[in-house]
């Protein structure tokens, strides 16, 4: 009796061949959509305000073409961090941390480190200068939010909440405040605490750690004179020396209020003639004020509204506890440090030296904000279709809808 081979079935490759496409030319989300489309403006927005801010210095295309060029590489970055497994972003979080944190101490050796104002958080390689602090704040997020995974289902205990994240927070933002920058630690203590309200954590354990919180900040101001100036000036402008501690807060108020509705033009800011000194950096919001006016400070409020639109989709929508902590923690750390920058330009916060998201010169703060939403891309490629023709028949007939969801 002679025994046919049957060729082989070939109907599940093929529709795993008809997935793998779908997944490839699937449309992007919307989230995905609003994130990209609102990084990219700000970012072009950002490189053309620092155009304009330091067209009045004696080299007015060195500070432009530095953060064009970190622009450059901030936005292919962000692109190739949005292709990575999520999974593999929860593996890294770990070294990450460690990788950064021990940047982070290069400000402490004498030779490496580089002070402004006081502060000494920034460090000079090879001729290059970069704000390690800046890279704590995505590998925390990612961090805190890998730990609180494995940890989901204890998050009603104190001390499962508490440790490791507590005291590694803690050690994290020691290293910053011990190089004197009280904005970036606020920054960093924003993140810890916005990771664990997304966690879900219960709010009665909140208080010791806002306790805690209030009084280091405390200790931290009565240390110094310079800074219990600059931080009691918010609540009584009047009592602040204008020619001294409050001489930048003073300018940048003069220059919004120099702009009016409609502005004096792009590029005729006055202010950025030597009375401002961070025109570029902390106060490039008081020059968009000055030369596109309340209009152009609306449209930069409206572009940061949109972007936490759809980092909070990714929160709503997504199932994964992982994603909903780090996109959490992410989105806290990017607005958080929007309002703090544009609420010290408006002089209802004190100067406390933290930069505009995507728009002030700073190389290293423009790439981690960029990685950073890269990290966002990535989660929201994972969030599935809501168009229901993006469905896929099997060759059983039933439906299924894998092909808008993209594999982690």
Not at 237 to 247: K, L, M, N, Q, V
Not at 338 to 356: S, Y
Request: charged share 15%; hydrophobic share 50%; proline share 6%.
């Amino acid at each position: 009796m002679t025994q046919t081979t049957r060729p082989p079935r070939t109907e599940g490759r093929g529709l795993a061949a008809r997935v793998s496409l779908g997944r490839l030319f699937a449309p992007p989300t919307t989230e995905f959509v609003l994130i990209a489309s609102t990084a990219l403006v700000l970012t072009v927005f950002g490189w053309v305000m620092v155009l304009s801010a330091t067209s009045a210095k004696p080299d007015p295309w060195d500070g432009a073409l530095k953060q064009g060029i970190f622009a450059l590489l901030g936005i292919p970055l962000m692109l190739l961090i949005s292709r990575l497994p999520v999974s593999f972003l929860g593996r890294i979080a770990w070294p990450a941390l460690i990788g950064a944190t021990a940047l982070q101490l290069l400000v402490f050796v004498p030779g490496l480190r580089v002070s402004s104002y006081g502060n000494t958080n920034w460090i000079r390689i090879a001729g290059f200068q970069l704000q390690p602090s800046e890279f704590l704040k995505l590998t925390l997020a990612l961090w805190i939010a890998y730990v609180l995974l494995r940890k989901r289902a204890r998050l009603g205990i104190w001390h499962h909440v508490f440790i490791p994240v507590v005291p590694v927070s803690v050690l994290v933002v020691g290293t910053v405040i011990g190089a004197n920058d009280l904005g970036t630690a606020m920054v960093l203590v924003l993140i810890t605490l916005g990771c664990l309200f997304f966690a879900g954590v219960k709010l009665r354990l909140f208080i010791l750690p806002l306790i805690g919180g209030v009084i280091a900040v405390l200790g931290y101001a009565l240390t110094s004179d310079n800074r219990m100036k600059r931080i009691m000036s918010a609540f009584n402008p009047e009592a602040c020396d204008p020619t001294r501690e409050c001489y930048q807060a003073v300018h940048g108020m003069w220059g919004m209020a120099n702009g009016g509705i409609f502005g004096v033009g792009l590029g005729n800011s006055q202010e950025k003639y030597g009375w401002l000194p961070a025109a570029e950096n902390d106060y490039i919001f008081a020059i968009v004020g000055e030369e596109l006016g309340l209009i152009g400070c609306v449209l930069v409020l409206a572009l940061f509204a949109v972007f936490a639109v759809g980092v909070f989709r990714i929160v709503r929508r997504s199932d994964d506890p992982f994603i909903r902590v780090a996109a959490g923690g992410i989105g806290v750390w990017i607005m958080g440090q929007a309002l703090i920058n544009i609420g010290v330009v408006l002089r209802v916060f004190p100067v406390m030296g933290v930069p505009l998201p995507f728009m002030s010169q700073g190389g290293t703060a423009l790439v981690s904000v960029l990685a950073a939403c890269g990290v966002l891309l990535a989660f929201a490629r994972t969030l599935p279709q809501s168009d229901p023709r993006a469905s896929v028949q099997t060759p059983r007939g039933r439906t299924t809808a894998t092909a808008g969801r993209v594999a982690r």
